[in-house]
């Protein structure tokens, strides 16, 4: 017990550590522990959003999964830069050369910058069309419009509390990002209720509520970021030389973060294309397999976790000239994320009702959400293999493999296949859960043949 204390006392420290030597295991407990959690706090973040907007109406928890399937695509462009952020951080900290760390995280920086100001004026100039296009009712767009405006407008804080933890990640300190977003979520979950009930001399804000206390969270969790890169630790700091643009390493992470954002973009898609479907079942409907989603985000955060991990490994380990080691680490990553799946899985196909229950009483909603939940819970085992090695590609700075799986996966199947079992065959939501069961199972698959071919060890960043 001491030594599990111990360790557990070492991984959530915050001390960098370079990972190409000793124990494999002990350097996935080590960086999975802050990883997990750091997922679980981001998977916190959409569970307390949709618990208390749930209270309001359905129409506003549909709104929310309305707005939030298109701001997929923010993410997904943040997680593509995080990826080669972390890619080539991780890269460089093997080849024990913080200096090239610095710059490389710097560049991502100015990157996301002009990237979050394109969103920003794109989401607020069309955010009543964006509504409309993903089948909202007027009434929806009326009560929820400020919703996605805030949301779209503050897109700065989204786009750079992922990148930052990226680069925390790539320097092998996971603990930084996991107590940012502790800290993130604390706020976010104090104020939800306040800003959407009201309290006091603050008035009741509604859904617009829930955007505002994100926003202020993740706001305050960037600001520590820029703060502990400033102020610099043992294998990254940015000074002031740091900040002249690199056109030469700017095109280097574009060319990898823009296959890594292109990959994350065709599977935000591809939920914005099976939100359009499920929309037409009514709001009730749309309600519960927002909360769903929302339930299935929470765990498959934690295992992201896990898969980040493994990224992190893989690119110190091919930094250090040691592919056989990445390799290694990616397979016992991706046995321990599918052992926690597992579980998981078991308990949704169980519970799923009474979990529902939890968020909204109206038979409607709970039938939506239980029923995607043991859908979903189905092709939990597969999604585990499909996250680590995704991220191992990216990590070693192949967004290209996973990206050319993504396409053929959710847009040649999953897309055709939600549209037809729902529509054609009359499954209704079920169909469109069942397509993404189906397509995550093939992508899994298809990840593992790959990787075992050992091309991604070849990778230059």
């Given at each position: 017990m001491s030594k599990i204390f111990a360790t557990l006392k070492e991984a959530l420290s915050g001390k960098e550590q370079e990972f190409t030597a000793?124990?494999?295991?002990?350097a996935i407990v080590l960086l999975s522990i802050p990883m997990v959690l750091e997922m679980l706090m981001e998977g916190l973040f959409a569970l307390a959003d949709i618990y208390f907007v749930s209270k309001v109406s359905a129409e506003a928890a549909a709104t929310v999964g309305m707005t939030e399937s298109v701001v997929t695509i923010i993410y997904a462009v943040a997680?593509?830069?995080?990826?080669?952020?972390?890619?080539?951080?991780?890269?460089r900290t093997g080849e024990n050369d913080p200096e090239g760390a610095a710059k490389s995280?710097?560049?991502?920086?100015?990157?996301?910058?002009?990237?979050?100001?394109?969103?920003?004026?794109?989401?607020?100039?069309?955010?009543?069309?964006?509504l409309r296009l993903m089948g909202a009712t007027d009434r929806q767009v009326a009560e929820c419009i400020g919703y996605t405006k805030i949301i779209y407008g503050t897109n700065v804080v989204i786009?750079?509390?992922?990148?930052?933890n990226a680069v925390f990640r790539g320097v092998g300190n996971a603990s930084v990002a996991m107590?940012?977003?502790?800290?993130?979520?604390g706020i976010n979950i104090i104020l939800d209720p306040i800003f959407i009930f009201g309290l006091g001399?603050?008035?009741?804000?509604?859904?617009?509520?829930?955007?505002?206390?994100?926003?202020?969270?993740?706001?305050?969790?960037?600001?520590?970021?820029?703060?502990?890169?400033l102020r610099g630790t043992n294998l990254i700091r940015i000074a002031r030389r740091h900040l002249v643009v690199h056109w030469e390493t700017i095109v280097s992470m574009l060319r990898v973060a823009s296959t890594g954002a292109f990959q994350w973009i065709i599977a935000s898609a591809s939920w914005m294309f099976l939100m359009r479907i499920v929309a037409e079942s009514g709001t009730e409907v749309v309600a519960g397999y927002t909360i769903a989603i929302r339930i299935i985000v929470f765990t498959i955060m934690p295992a992201w976790g896990m898969a980040n991990a493994a990224a992190t490994l893989?690119?110190?380990?091919?930094?250090?000239?040691?592919?056989?080691?990445?390799?290694?680490?990616?397979?016992?990553?991706?046995?321990?994320?599918?052992?926690?799946?597992?579980v998981v899985s078991v308990f949704y196909f169980i519970f799923a009702k009474q979990i529902a229950l939890l968020f909204d009483p109206n038979p409607v909603v709970v039938e939506a959400a239980a029923m995607s939940l043991r859908i979903f819970s189905v092709g939990y085992v597969f999604f585990a293999y499909g996250m680590v090695i995704s991220s191992a590609f990216n990590g070693a700075g192949d967004t290209m493999t996973p990206t050319l799986i993504n396409i053929v996966c959710f847009w040649l199947i999953e897309i055709p296949l939600g549209w037809y079992l729902a529509t054609q065959l009359k499954w209704?939501?079920?169909?469109?859960?069942?397509?993404?069961?189906?397509?995550?199972?093939?992508?899994?698959?298809v990840l593992v043949v790959i990787f075992k071919r050992g091309k991604w060890k070849e990778v230059k960043i």
């Open positions: 000793g124990s494999i295991n002990r997680m593509g830069l995080g990826a080669a952020a972390t890619a080539t951080v991780a890269r995280a710097v560049q991502a920086i100015w990157i996301a910058m002009v990237l979050s100001v394109i969103f920003t004026v794109v989401g607020i100039v069309f955010a009543e069309d964006i786009m750079f509390i992922f990148l930052l107590w940012v977003l502790v800290l993130s979520n001399p603050i008035p009741a804000m509604g859904v617009e509520g829930a955007a505002l206390a994100t926003c202020i969270g993740r706001g305050v969790g960037v600001c520590i970021q820029l703060y502990l890169l893989v690119g110190q380990n091919l930094g250090a000239k040691q592919p056989e080691r990445a390799e290694a680490s990616v397979w016992r990553a991706a046995t321990l994320d599918m052992m926690f799946m597992l209704g939501l079920n169909g469109v859960v069942w397509s993404v069961v189906i397509a995550e199972t093939i992508m899994a698959l």
